[in-house]
C-alpha cells in the first residue's frame, strides 16, 4: 500500500499543566483560510475526566495496529472546530478502526476563535497526564497557541514525520458512506452497556453477533436476524476506561446485521463513537462503497459546485444544500460523497447528517487513492468496452474478455467471484458503467 511522509510542525509540545491542557496545532485549512498553526477555541472543559479520557481514547486508536499489531506507530488525531463543538477524529494503523470524540457545546464554556480543521500533538507526557486527570472538575483548554506563541514565534520547535498511508486517508471516504447506510440496532443504558461490555469474549480476536433483547444487547456465536457483527471484539476496547461515565451505548449497523457496525458511547456533554471494519484484517479503505458515485461524469463538477458551500458546519442538511446549489438530493449525496475522498466530509450517526472537515493533508496524497476507479477509467478510454442491447458487456483485458452484468454489477473475473459485491463493484463493472452512462447522455 503506498505511503507518503506527513510532516507535523507543531509552535510547541501540547501540554496539561496547572490544570490547563494546551493542544498545539499544525497546518489545517480554516474559515479565514489556511494557518500554520490554527487556533480554534479557548474555554473551559466543564467536563474534565470524560474529556480527557476520550482525547486519550482516540489517540490509542490513532496508535493501535489490530491487525497483525507491530509497535512503533504513531500518528496524530485531526480535529474540528465546526462552532458549536470539536470532533477529535483518527483511524488505526490497519485502517479498520476510526474512532471520532465529539465534545459538544454542553461540555464547552469559551470563546470560538474560528473554524476549520488541523491535527493536534498528542505526545507521550501528555498522555500520561490525560491519563492522570480525574473527577469532573472543570479544565481550560486551548486549541491552537495562544498570542503570545504566535507572535514570538521564529519557526517551528516541534516537528514530527510520520508515514501516511494511502488507505488511512481513503478510510475517511468509506466510513462516511458506510454509517449513512447504517440504521439504529440497539440502545442501552449505562449500566447495561457496562455490562454488555464487560461481558463480551475476552479473546481480542473473537467475533460475534449482538442481539437486540428487549432493551438489551446479547451475544450470539451465529448471524442472527437482527443482530449487529461484531467480529474482532477486542477492537472496542478503547471503550472501556470510558465506560464510568457512560450514559448509553448505541450499536449501528446494516439492516442485514452483516458488515461493518459502529459503536457509541453517550457521555456527559459528549459521544465517542467507534467504527469498525467488517473483519479485522479489512481496512475500511477496500471496501469500495464510493465506487459507483464517484463513476459518473457530472459528480466531480457536482462536487466543486457543493464544495463552495461548506463552512465547517457542524451538520451538513441534504435539502438545504440542494436548494442553495440547484442541484438534486442525489445528485448532492453523490457530490459529498466525492467531497469525502479527499476527507472534506465525515457522517454523524446520532444526528444522522454529514458534517464539514478538510483533512490537512497536502491534496496531492489524495489524488489517486481509488486504483479501481483508475482502472476502470483507463479501460473505458482505451476501447476496451462494448456494449450490448440486452444489459451486458464485454470488456477485454489483458486476463480475457469480461462478461459484466450493468444493472446487477456481476462480472466473471476473480474479484467478482471472491466478493459478489460486497466489497464495491469491480473494475470492469465500473468501466462498463462509465461507457453506459456517456453513450446514454
Not at 507543531?10 to 490547563?20: D, F, K, N, R, V
Not at 438545504?320 to 469525502?340: I, K, Y
Request: net charge neutral; charged share 20%.
Amino acid at each position: 500500500m503506498t505511503s507518503t511522509l506527513q510532516a507535523y510542525s507543531y509552535a510547541g509540545p501540547s501540554t496539561l499543566a496547572e490544570g490547563h491542557l494546551g493542544l498545539s496545532t499544525s497546518g489545517g485549512r480554516t474559515a479565514t483560510g489556511f494557518l500554520d498553526h490554527p487556533r480554534f477555541f479557548s474555554g473551559v472543559l466543564t467536563q474534565a475526566a470524560p474529556a480527557a479520557a476520550g482525547l486519550l481514547a482516540v489517540a490509542d486508536v490513532a496508535m493501535a495496529r489490530y491487525h497483525r499489531p507491530r509497535p512503533g506507530f504513531t500518528r496524530d488525531p485531526v480535529v474540528t472546530c465546526g462552532g458549536d463543538r470539536l470532533r477529535f477524529e483518527s483511524f488505526s494503523a490497519c485502517g479498520g478502526v476510526y474512532s471520532r470524540l465529539d465534545v459538544l457545546g454542553p461540555a464547552l464554556d469559551g470563546e470560538v476563535l474560528d473554524r476549520g480543521t488541523t491535527n493536534v500533538d498528542v505526545n507521550n507526557p501528555l498522555r500520561e497526564a490525560l491519563a492522570r486527570v480525574g473527577g469532573r472538575d472543570p479544565l481550560h483548554l486551548g486549541v491552537g497557541p495562544d498570542e503570545v506563541v504566535v507572535t514570538t514565534l521564529d519557526g517551528a520547535v516541534v516537528e514530527k514525520k510520520v508515514p501516511l498511508p494511502a488507505r488511512w486517508l481513503r478510510g475517511f471516504a468509506e466510513v462516511q458512506v458506510i454509517a449513512a447506510g447504517f440504521d439504529l440496532r440497539a440502545e442501552l443504558t449505562g449500566p447495561q452497556a457496562v455490562r454488555f461490555l464487560r461481558g463480551l469474549p475476552k479473546r481480542a480476536a473473537a467475533e460475534v453477533w449482538a442481539v437486540p433483547a428487549g432493551r438489551d444487547l446479547r451475544v450470539c456465536d451465529r448471524e442472527t436476524p437482527g443482530a449487529v457483527h461484531l467480529s474482532g471484539v477486542g477492537r472496542l476496547a478503547t471503550m472501556t476506561p470510558l465506560l464510568r461515565f457512560a450514559k448509553a451505548l448505541r450499536a449501528y449497523g446494516p439492516s442485514d446485521g452483516s458488515g461493518a457496525c459502529a459503536w457509541e458511547l453517550d457521555l456527559p456533554g459528549m459521544r465517542y463513537t467507534l467504527a469498525l471494519s467488517p473483519q479485522p484484517w479489512r481496512g475500511f479503505s477496500g471496501e469500495g462503497a464510493v465506487l459507483a458515485d464517484l463513476s459518473t461524469d457530472e459528480v466531480a463538477d457536482d462536487a466543486d459546485l457543493v464544495g463552495v458551500l461548506l463552512n465547517f458546519e457542524p451538520t451538513l442538511e441534504l435539502g438545504v444544500l440542494a436548494a442553495r446549489s440547484g442541484l438534486p438530493p442525489e445528485r448532492v449525496r453523490a457530490a459529498l460523497t466525492q467531497l469525502g475522498t479527499a476527507g472534506r466530509v465525515g457522517y454523524d450517526l446520532a444526528e444522522a447528517a454529514h458534517f464539514h472537515r478538510e483533512l490537512p493533508y497536502d491534496r496531492d496524497h489524495v489524488a489517486v487513492l481509488n486504483p479501481r476507479l483508475v482502472s476502470a477509467r483507463a479501460l473505458a478510454e482505451g476501447g476496451a468496452v462494448r456494449l450490448a442491447n440486452d444489459g451486458t458487456a464485454e470488456v477485454t483485458t489483458s486476463g480475457g474478455v469480461r462478461l459484466v452484468g450493468l444493472g446487477d454489477g456481476s462480472c466473471t473475473c476473480p474479484w467478482w467471484y471472491d466478493h459478489r459485491g460486497s466489497r464495491g463493484p469491480c473494475k470492469h463493472v465500473l468501466a462498463a458503467r462509465i461507457v453506459a452512462g456517456e453513450t446514454s447522455g
